[in-house]
Structures are given as C-alpha cells and as structure tokens.
C-alpha cells in the first residue's frame, strides 16, 4: 500500500506540471490568434502603463513557460521511472521529448493532450 502511494504523488504532480503546460499553451495560442491582423491592443496598453510588450512577446513568456514545465515534469518522471522500471512511462518520456522540437502549436497542443491522457492513466491505476 505505500509502494502504490510513493508512486501515485510523483505522477500526479507531473501530471499538474503537464496540464499547467497545457493551459500556457492554450493562452499563447489564443493570444497570437486574437491579435493576428489587428492592432495589437495588449502593446497599446501596455505602452500606457510605461512598458510596452507585444502580444507576440506575452505568448513567447507563455510557450517558454509551458515548455520549463514539460521539463519539470520529464525530471519527476525519469526519477519515477527508474524506481518503477515501467515502458509506459518511458514511453511517455520519448514522446514529451520529441514534443519539445514540435513547432506547430496546433500539433503541440493535440500531442501534448495526448500525453496527458496517457499520464492519466496510470494515475488513475
């Protein structure tokens, strides 16, 4: 019973570390598409306020914040999985790995989901 405890807490954590990722992504994404051929009104207000960021630049913060979290949680998962000795879960390593080259945000996203689902899986078991 406490094996099956000390494994379920690293995972569910990654698996926070991942969703957090996943909503980073949603926002860049959806702050890019909200601007795209209009004026860019988070540099307008912002230029107000005395610092001036480009919606284009406040995604750059969101992707690269969701891409620190994936790391995070590829470090809580290769010390999981070296205890466990689990190919679904090195599984789930390679293909967070690879996520990190993919440049499309769709493709990123419906991966990164994806993954999530498959994490979910063995917190749930």
């Not at 620190?68 to 879960?89: F, P, W």
């Amino acid at each position: 019973m406490i094996l099956f405890w000390k494994r379920e807490k690293p995972l569910a954590k990654a698996l926070e570390f991942l969703e957090r990722a996943l909503a980073k992504v949603k926002i860049s994404k959806n702050i890019v598409e909200s601007s795209r051929g209009k004026v860019d009104k988070t540099l307008i207000l912002s230029a107000f306020s005395g610092f001036p960021v480009s919606s284009r630049a406040m995604a750059s913060v969101y992707f690269s914040s969701a891409l620190g979290d994936i790391k995070k949680a590829i470090k809580i998962l290769n010390k999981t999985s070296k205890s466990m000795y689990d190919s679904g879960i090195s599984e789930i390593i390679s293909s967070l790995k690879s996520l990190e080259k993919e440049e499309n945000a769709e493709v990123f996203e419906r991966k990164l989901e994806a993954i999530i689902d498959k994490l979910r899986f063995f917190v749930r078991v």
